[in-house]
């Protein structure tokens, strides 16, 4: 597996992300990877080199800039506003890192996806209701209601949708718009639910963490095996 840091900008904000791949002669599907609230983590990097042994070429996006890793909500809560108050610059990022994906001679710039913990999660869906030249994404317990609610500039880029059952940023009143709103644009989507399941069911147990946040570790291996059994499908070549 081969790797390294990957500098880019967007709007004079520099941003700092990782690419990883698997070592071969052929060209790879891409896999534009979102962090959450926290930053470019270790977590996330771990993630990054998991779907490189998939058989992935992966961008490890850095949406904050100069990886800063804000710690609490004294710090994440102005982050995340300034996003949804300026969605142009939300997905400016995003397209920046994807072009940065994209333009590797690893992949085939053709077949690229995106995943999103959280935060990163809303910002899939925002690459696909914008419009981003992305094939498909799944969003891992995305805060919904971050969400815009216009679609009508949407790709037809296919949508899985990971939620835990007891994740108050997946409530039933905020998903029912947004899946018609997917329905009226024409976005193929998809819907799991995992009963029990608090948010940030993905991720590791750290101190700090809301209590409506928690580990489930069967939400946590099944949505892994949708998540890669998805991209399989909707990645492979034509």
């Not at 500098?7 to 962090?35: C, K, N, Q, W």
């Not at 925002?126 to 498909?136: D, F, N």
């Amino acid at each position: 597996m081969t790797g390294e840091d990957a500098i880019y900008s967007h709007a004079g904000l520099e941003m700092s992300g990782r690419f990883v791949a698997p070592e071969t002669e052929r060209r790879l599907p891409g896999i534009l990877l979102l962090h959450g609230a926290h930053g470019l983590d270790g977590f996330i990097l771990g993630v990054a080199d998991r779907l490189a042994e998939e058989g992935f070429a992966v961008l490890a996006a850095d949406l904050w800039g100069g990886r800063e890793q804000p710690a609490g909500m004294a710090e994440i809560g102005p982050l995340i506003a300034g996003l949804a108050a300026d969605r142009t610059g939300w997905t400016g990022r995003i397209e920046a890192a994807r072009q940065v994906l994209a333009a590797r001679s690893e992949v085939d710039p053709t077949r690229i996806g995106a995943l999103g913990y959280c935060l990163g999660g809303a910002g899939v869906m925002e690459a696909v209701r914008v419009g981003l030249a992305i094939r498909s994404g799944v969003a891992f317990h995305p805060g919904i209601a971050t969400v815009g609610r216009d679609w009508s500039a949407a790709s037809r880029a296919r949508l899985l949708l990971c939620v835990g059952a007891a994740d108050p940023m997946g409530k039933a009143d905020d998903i029912a718009p947004l899946t018609a709103a997917m329905d009226a644009a024409g976005t193929p989507w998809e819907l799991t639910f995992y009963s029990g399941a608090k948010h940030a069911f993905t991720e590791p147990v750290q101190p700090g963490r809301p209590p409506f946040a928690g580990h489930d570790p069967w939400a946590d291996r099944r949505s892994w095996a949708a998540m890669t059994d998805f991209f399989t499908l909707t990645l492979a070549e034509d």
